[in-house]
């Protein structure tokens, strides 16, 4: 069975969250795909300007400390979907099923959305799923979703102009032309119309969307200013799946400034349907900037100045953006230092619902901090990652300002790892392992601790 499926325990803070929530509050919660820390201009792009993803700040809370599930797809949406970090998730990497889709999520899995079903809400995905094959186990509508419209399968959602989509358990066919996030969001946008019109019942909608992950596609007429903005990548082709492009640069800055766009035909719909006061809005990534299809990540300061990119687990793979918003609930331009990571939305949404929250979870909820209360801190954050050798990362110590990375892990359980102080070196480039062995072992401890073995995703030293 599933680590937490077996118990239901009640949290500190289920009172508050209970009485926060005696009129339900809707739920949208925004996940891009490769998006880094600095690509937006709350967070200090300065290339290309994202105003509507700014209000989010401006009329919210800021977390500059935040984390993504994993570095690449699939395992962070399993850590949101489970509120369990890659430690205990079921889904620790990608993993291709063919012909079509990713190893699916185990039937018994207790998701924020089967819970939140549960308990009276109306549930919606739209965008990027990965997390199961079409009619499996894993399948959105199998892990606690009504509806679902956009990509099942990882593969398929390298291009912006596939030739098939999913359409709850239909796939349809498209004509490879036409641009898969515009037909996505106004799906998405119809739903939440749908719900928000009926205010019979509160709506959780996860908004897993594909910009800007991997093929730098969107229609010329938003790529056609940054074209003349930097015509120095004029003749520079970008290459993934789907067309080619040129000038990726533009391309890139003309998706930013789309997806900017459908951001705020979001919140001018929620206002419209007078359900603004009563719908919580979360904005963030699935992991650090990636360098794929001809994207150029350090000429936009795409990871915010910090070290590596997607599939790494320095700060630059794994720190992300976190935007709340709850207008009368959260104070407006509020800025957060608070260490959170993607394993905090399940006991965070359980709490903002009024929703018991599940026993053995890994994640604390920072409902309080969206509040000005008192909120509990992690002892540590972990990841693990099995690619490009295998790699593990611990954030952890007073303030969280230690940082601990080992590489090449998958071979040898007790390779060198490195340490960081990060108050004092944000970067990740001065190693001080050597001055303090007793962190070292500290660190080698919770590595034991933090973690139970899965029977897919193995360290080598697991597989003997």
Request: glycine fraction near 10%; hydrophobic fraction near 35%.
């Amino acid at each position: 069975m599933t680590r937490h499926l077996l118990t239901l325990a009640s949290s500190a803070l289920f009172a508050l969250g209970s009485a926060i929530a005696a009129d339900k509050p809707n739920i949208i919660y925004i996940l891009l795909d490769d998006a880094g820390y600095g690509d937006f201009s709350c967070y200090g792009q300065e290339k290309f300007q994202t105003p509507n993803i700014d209000k989010l700040a401006t009329e919210g809370m800021q977390f500059t400390d935040h984390y993504s599930g994993s570095t690449v797809c699939a395992p962070t949406r399993s850590v949101l979907m489970t509120g369990l970090h890659t430690g205990h998730t079921p889904i620790r990497g990608n993993s291709e099923v063919k012909p079509v889709g990713q190893k699916p999520l185990p039937a018994d899995t207790l998701t924020i959305a089967k819970l939140l079903k549960q308990h009276g809400y109306a549930t919606g995905a739209f965008g990027k799923w990965g997390l199961g094959y079409p009619g499996s186990e894993g399948d959105p509508l199998n892990q606690g979703f009504d509806r679902f419209y956009g990509y099942n399968c990882q593969r398929n959602a390298h291009t912006y102009y596939p030739t098939w989509l999913y359409d709850d358990k239909t796939k349809i066919t498209l004509d490879g032309k036409t641009y898969s996030h515009t037909l996505i969001m106004d799906e998405c946008l119809a739903w939440i119309k749908e719900q928000g019109s009926d205010k019979k019942a509160p709506f959780f909608c996860y908004l897993p969307i594909t910009i800007p992950h991997a093929a730098m596609h969107v229609p010329e007429k938003y790529a056609a200013p940054f074209r003349k903005k930097f015509p120095q990548f004029e003749n520079k082709i970008g290459r993934y799946a789907g067309p080619n492009v040129r000038n990726p640069a533009a391309m890139f800055a003309g998706m930013m400034t789309l997806l900017d766009e459908d951001i705020g035909r979001l919140m001018s719909l929620i206002k419209d349907l007078g359900i603004d006061d009563n719908t919580v809005v979360m904005f963030t990534s699935d992991n650090g900037a990636h360098r794929e299809g001809g994207h150029m990540p350090d000429f936009f300061n795409s990871n915010g100045g910090m070290r590596g990119h997607k599939r790494a687990l320095s700060e630059g793979g794994i720190r992300t953006p976190l935007l709340v918003r709850w207008p009368g609930t959260i104070k407006a331009g509020s800025k957060s230092e608070h260490i959170s990571a993607h394993w905090d939305v399940f006991p965070t949404l359980c709490e903002i619902s009024g929703t018991e929250t599940p026993g053995g979870l890994d994640g604390i909820s920072y409902l309080p901090e969206l509040l000005g209360k008192p909120q509990k801190k992690h002892a540590y954050l972990y990841w693990e990652f099995m690619e490009q050798g295998g790699k593990r990362a611990l954030r952890f110590g007073k303030d969280g300002q230690w940082k601990a990375i080992q590489l090449k892990a998958s071979k040898n359980k007790d390779a060198p790892i490195a340490l960081y102080n990060l108050k004092k070196d944000p970067r990740e480039e001065k190693d001080v392992s050597k001055q303090h062995p007793e962190l070292i072992d500290t660190v080698k401890k919770t590595f034991d601790k933090a973690r139970t073995t899965n029977d897919t995703f193995k360290f080598n030293w697991e597989k003997k």
